[in-house]
């Protein structure tokens, strides 16, 4: 297939290649809603009025620990056309929570290869983030059967606390931010 078609259909993955997301750090993720639209409410005087799959999409933002008892939440924020969290993996050797953990990306903290390119594809950031478009996708069609999310999202690893302060403060401050779609 390579061949055929010489690799111009493949869209690039924007994940780090040397990185296992089921690694024990702090991430900064964006889910955005397909072409943008405003599902999840409206910023009205600097803040955010939830609609009802908004109020969805916040109440399945907080049962995420049930599903994956190794991560711990952070900061969040549902706006009319995305959302934005930082989600920590915090796996102890009992592969349930640990502590706060900043990744370090240096060649030597490199996670040791495994057989998918991509690592195990269950108990990483993938997976929870898959797991909360489908729970909230399943609902919110329910209420608005066009409801869709744009494929894949955008993640950044946070390396150190003043890059989680910034992040958090960024999130914080994102409903007085709001510029509109």
């Not at 809603?33 to 916040?58: E, Q, T």
């Not at 190794?70 to 989600?87: A, E, Q, R, S």
């Not at 894949?152 to 409903?175: C, L, V």
Request: with cysteine; proline share 5%.
């Amino acid at each position: 297939m390579k061949k055929k078609y010489q690799n111009k259909y493949r869209i690039a993955s924007t994940r780090l290649s040397h990185w296992d997301y089921g690694a024990n750090a702090l991430y900064f993720v964006t889910i955005c809603c397909k072409n943008r639209y405003c599902f999840f409410g409206d910023i009205s005087n600097g803040k955010m009025i939830l609609s009802d799959i908004g109020k969805m999409a916040d109440k399945f933002w907080l049962e995420i620990p049930r599903h994956f008892p190794f991560v711990v939440l952070h900061n969040h924020v549902i706006m009319p056309d995305h959302v934005h969290g930082i989600i920590e993996i915090a796996k102890s050797n009992d592969g349930i929570g640990g502590t706060q953990n900043f990744a370090s990306l240096r060649p030597t903290d490199t996670p040791p290869s495994t057989q998918n390119k991509f690592g195990p594809q269950s108990k990483n950031l993938a997976s929870i983030v898959r797991g909360f478009k489908i729970g909230v996708t399943k609902n919110a069609r329910q209420i608005d059967s066009a409801f869709a999310w744009q494929p894949r999202f955008h993640d950044h690893i946070i390396r150190n606390h003043k890059s989680y302060q910034r992040i958090s403060n960024y999130i914080a401050d994102n409903p007085k931010n709001w510029k509109g779609a």
